[in-house]
């Protein structure tokens, strides 16, 4: 089982995907909570040149609650980071995290039924694009 989930979006721009992106995510719960601008971020840090590439921070209030309230700690794994990245052909991938695979390591059985709801949430997500 892979960390993350993802999709190869053809002929198309990060740009113009991150509207439907975050459309898709609306018609699950989620919204943005933060945003990472990686093309942004490395030309200014370390002067180095990327394709664009942004990481979302995805959240469902109602999952966060409902995982906050089993597990407190698992703050630290949120939220749900959802990856656009140009390929430099002319497609851009889209992926999102794996929350089973990332939430594995806690030992609380009550994470993984959420954890699980949230993994379907996200797939929906992608099969939509």
């Not at 975050?22 to 943005?32: A, I, R, S, T, W």
């Not at 370390?46 to 999952?63: F, M, T």
């Not at 794994?77 to 390929?87: A, E, F, H, I, Q």
């Amino acid at each position: 089982m892979n960390y993350y989930q993802s999709k190869i979006i053809a002929n198309t721009t990060v740009e113009k995907l991150r509207p439907k992106v975050e459309e898709e995510l609306k018609k699950v719960g989620f919204g943005v909570l933060t945003e990472i601008d990686i093309q942004k971020t490395m030309k200014k840090k370390l002067n180095k040149e990327y394709l664009p590439h942004l990481i979302l921070g995805a959240c469902s209030p109602v999952y966060a609650d409902k995982i906050i309230s089993v597990e407190p700690h698992i703050s630290t794994l949120l939220p749900c980071n959802v990856t656009l990245r140009d390929l430099g052909d002319g497609n851009v991938e889209v992926s999102a995290m794996n929350p089973l695979k990332a939430m594995q390591a806690v030992k609380n059985e009550k994470v993984k039924p959420i954890a699980e709801e949230v993994q379907h949430q996200l797939s929906v997500v992608l099969k939509n694009l």
